[in-house]
Every structure is written in structure tokens, then in C-alpha cells.
């Protein structure tokens, strides 16, 4: 029966559809300023509530012009997926329903969408079977909860119950992570009491690479616990550590291996891409996405840990007014850190179904070759530079000629700024070994051929323009 409040989910209905259907000519930047968005948000706050379907259209009207392009096809700046409608109507659900999904008691049906999303992960990732997952928020909070459970296992070993004691007194755990590893990495390490500086940082090669070999050097003096974080998918250029010998060399030194494959992992999902997160299998805990590859809505990520008993000593929470459950029900709570959170097995589920593994590959090898494409592209054009070998979605560009040598990195800025201004597509820049690079992602499942085809066009043009003004000027400005 329809109350006061049905208008308000049409409102929010229509809304959606429209943004949807309108994707592919949604800016990708957003067109109002942040003054702009503060005034159609602010004024004072209603003395007297608006009738609900008012609220939602005015939200929707104050918030458009205010987002940007992430989830259409020609958003390239940065790792990000493209909330996929699928799992945007599972959210929905989600929502109306409004279930606490941290209880097995306070919603059954999230524990078994978890408990059955777990298992198929797992085997889609190609990792042990009897793994632990926890739903997380995303890649930062699963690197907490991964590196949570190394931390008391390390600590376990040696006689300290960290879950009980903390780390005033603890022994100490030495923590080596390359030199190009994920600024997440870093904030997990910060919340958790590792800090952020006291860690061994290994050199990497030009494409972000941890060497193995400064590693073992690095390690062969340790006889301390031993945490060592690998990555699977940098960042910038894609690029993969060498799993089989750092798990090897961690191994050795009873340490605990930890794998950031926010992305990366799910070439693993690939059978053609899946040689380049070989060896991956061998680590302890791994972190990846749900919200970049798989395409979820925010926020979606999953901490996957092989000790899953370690995984539970870190999490679980108990109180008397909390039902307990047995061993063979999976509480969610058990395994991430909240006691109210979103039922965030839904999505994950429908997504898994709504793709397939069939289709999950497609998409994943679709953008490599995208990336593929659009790297040998711009490369053909004299003085944009291709920096990384592209084997995945990844790939950094810079662009020089001999007459600018010096001014690389303002022409690099000059042709982001012009993409800015063009407005039909959307990269960012970063610094990399030294360089301002442009980045450039494909991960977004909307984004085709004709999209990447484009969009090369318009970064040739962008950088034929910077270049005819620095000929006419002889500088950038
Ligand atoms: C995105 C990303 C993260 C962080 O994940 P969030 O979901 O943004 O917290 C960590 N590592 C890598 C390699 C990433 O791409």
C-alpha cells in the first residue's frame, strides 16, 4: 500500500535510472564549484521537515552537479570501479530492507550471502579453500584486518597475547614493504601500532617491483617476527612482486607474507592474465577490492586470511547480549571490525552471479587490452612516452621532446590541465621515481573501445597543443 514515503523511492528511482541511462554524457568533472555546492546544500536547517519526495529531489539536484565521472566510461584517472547497476539495485534492496548484517541473529540471510560469496571468491581468486573472509569497507580496512591477524599470530608465537595485552612490552616485529608500496599500507600500518616510518623499505625496479633479492638481503639479519608486504597490481604501472620468491624467503624466516591486491588480484580471475599473480597463493593474507574490479557500490572490499583462526582471535567480539553462535553458522561480525554495519554480502553476491566467471574474465582481460590499445596508440605519437611495460590495466605516460627536455614535467601538467578544460575525459597525474606522469587506469566496465579510441584522440590533441604553444613561445608557462 503506498504511504507518504512511496514518492520519495520513486523520486530516487527515476533519478537513478536517468543518471544511469545518461552515463556515457554525465561530465566527468564536476561542474559546480565547492562554494557552488555549499550553497545549494546550505542555508539554515528546516525548522519544519519537507515532504519526503521534495528532500530527495533536492538532493538529487543539489548533488549532480557536484560528481564526477567515476562511473562512467571515460573516467581514467584513477583505480576505481564503476558501481555496475547490478549490484546498485542489490544496494538498494540492502538498504529498504535495513539489516544490521554484522549478526548472524540480526540478519541470517547476509551470514549465508557472505558465507556462499566467501567460498566463490576464493575460488575465483584461486586461493586456499579454507581461507577466512571478512566483508570490509575496502582495501585500507581490510590491510587492517589482514595485518591485525598477522600481528597477533607474529606476536602469539613468541609467548604475547596482543588481543589481551597491546603492545607496550611487546616484542618487536620487524616490517618490510617496497619501496612503491600503496599509501593504504602505510595508514593500516599507522592504526594499528606498527607506525608508519619503523619500517624496512626495499628498493624497487622501474616498474614498482620489490627486489627480492635486497629483500633477502635485508631479512637474513632479522631474528626478530617478521611481517613482509608484497603487492599485486602497483598502483601506477600494475606491475606484480615477485610472489614465489618473497613468500620463499619470508617462509624461511617463519614470517608472515601479506599480498596488497586491491586490483591485482583479480587477474587471478583472468585464465590469460592469471601467470602475472602466480605464486600469490603462497602468502598468508591478502587484501583486495570489491569496489574497483568487481565494479560493487561503495564500500566493498574483502580481508582474506589463511589462519582464519588468527583472522577470529583478531575480530571477534563478544557480550553477553550478543547471541553466540555455533561453528558452522558464519557470524560476520566475527571476522571485520564493526558491531552495525551494512548487510554487505548482498551485492557481493549478485554481482558474482550477475557476471559469472565467464564474465568476470571478459571484463578484466577487455581492459587490459584496452589499456593494451591505448598505450601502443599514444606511443605512436611522436614525444608521448609509454614509462611501463603494460601486461595489465595500468600504464603511466609522459610527454617530451628533445626541445623540452627540461620542461617535461610542466608539459606532462599542460596536457592534464587541457584535458581538464576539454572536459570530456578525465586523467590525473602523479610523481613517479622522480617524474610528473599522467595515469592512466581502465577499470571502469563501461568503458569500450570507442571510449578508449576517443580518448586517445583527445590527449593527441592535448599534447600537440602544448607543444605548438612552447614552439610559438619557446616556454611553457
Ligand atoms: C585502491 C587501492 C588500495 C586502497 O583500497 P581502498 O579500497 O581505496 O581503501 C590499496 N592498494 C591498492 C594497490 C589500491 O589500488
Known amino acids: ?33 565547492g562554494d557552488q555546492l ?44 564503476a558501481s555496475h547497476p547490478v549490484g546498485v539495485a542489490a544496494d538498494w534492496l540492502t538498504s529498504m530492507w535495513g539489516q544490521n548484517g554484522a549478526g548472524y541473529h540480526s540478519c541470517p540471510a547476509n551470514a549465508a550471502a557472505e558465507a556462499v560469496a566467501s567460498k566463490w571468491l576464493l575460488e575465483l581468486l584461486q586461493l586456499p579453500p579454507e581461507c577466512s573472509v571478512g566483508f570490509t569497507t575496502g582495501g585500507t580496512m581490510s590491510h587492517f584486518v589482514c595485518l591485525a591477524a598477522a600481528r597477533g599470530e607474529l606476536l602469539r608465537r613468541q609467548g604475547w597475547d596482543v588481543e589481551a595485552d597491546g603492545l607496550f612490552g611487546a616484542p618487536q616485529i620487524t616490517v618490510c614493504v617496497g619501496a612503491d608500496a600503496h599509501v593504504s599500507v602505510f595508514s593500516a600500518l599507522r592504526y594499528l601500532g606498527f607506525g608508519q616510518r619503523r619500517v624496512v623499505v626495499i628498493p624497487t625496479d622501474p616498474d614498482g617491483r620489490m627486489d627480492p633479492n635486497e629483500l633477502r638481503r635485508a631479512i637474513a639479519k632479522v631474528n626478530e617476527p617478521l611481517l613482509v608486504i608484497a603487492q599485486a597490481g602497483q598502483i601506477n604501472t600494475g606491475a606484480f612482486d615477485s610472489m614465489h620468491t618473497i613468500a620463499e624467503s619470508t617462509h624461511e624466516q617463519e614470517g608472515w607474507m601479506h599480498v596488497d591486491g586491491a586490483f591485482g588480484l583479480w587477474a587471478r580471475a583472468c585464465p590469460p592474465r592469471a601467470y602475472l599473480a602466480q605464486g600469490v597463493e603462497q602468502a598468508d593474507s591478502w587484501t583486495t577490492d570489491g569496489h574497483k574490479w568487481l565494479q560493487a557500490p561503495y564500500d566493498c ?14 575480530m571477534t567480539v563478544q557480550a553477553s547480549y550478543l547471541p553466540v553462535t555455533g561453528e558452522e553458522v558464519r557470524d560476520p561480525k566475527e571476522w571485520v571490525p564493526e558491531l552495525s554495519r551494512r548487510a554487505r554480502g548482498f551485492a557481493t553476491w549478485a554481482l558474482l552471479c550477475a557476471f559469472g566467471k565467464d564474465g568476470i574474465s571478459a571484463m578484466v582481460e577487455r581492459h587490459c587490452q584496452l589499456a593494451e590499445r591505448m598505450s601502443a596508440g599514444l606511443a605512436r605519437e611522436p614525444g608521448i612516452h609509454v614509462l611501463n611495460k603494460v601486461e595489465l590495466n595500468q ?3 609522459r610527454f617530451t621532446c628533445a626541445e623540452m627536455s627540461e620542461q ?17 575525459v578525465f586523467f590525473s597525474g602523479a610523481a613517479w621515481k622522480g617524474m610528473w606522469v599522467m595515469r592512466v587506469s581502465v577499470i571502469s566496465w ?32
Open 408 to 424: 617535461s614535467d610542466q608539459a606532462t601538467k599542460d596536457v592534464i590541465a587541457q584535458l581538464d578544460t576539454e572536459g570530456t
Open 1 to 33: 500500500m503506498r504511504d507518504q514515503y512511496s514518492p520519495a523511492l520513486d523520486v530516487a528511482y527515476r533519478r537513478a535510472l536517468r543518471f544511469h541511462e545518461a552515463r556515457k554524457s554525465v561530465p566527468t568533472k564536476a561542474s559546480a564549484t
Open 38 to 81: 555549499l550553497e545549494a546544500f546550505g542555508g539554515p536547517m528546516p525548522e519544519v521537515g519537507m515532504a519526503p519526495a521534495t528532500v530527495i529531489e533536492r538532493l538529487a539536484d543539489a548533488a549532480e552537479p557536484g560528481l564526477t565521472g567515476t562511473a562512467g566510461p571515460h573516467f581514467f584517472a584513477w583505480v576505481m570501479g
Open 301 to 314: 572490499g574483502f580481508a582474506i586470511v589463511r589462519d582464519a583462526s588468527a583472522h577470529h582471535r583478531a
Open 446 to 477: 563501461a568503458t569500450t573501445e570507442p571510449d578508449v579510441d576517443k580518448a586517445m584522440s583527445v590527449i593527441i590533441e592535448a599534447w600537440r597543443n602544448v607543444k605548438g604553444k612552447t614552439e610559438e613561445s619557446g616556454s611553457l608557462n
Open 395 to 397: 600504464f603511466l605516460v
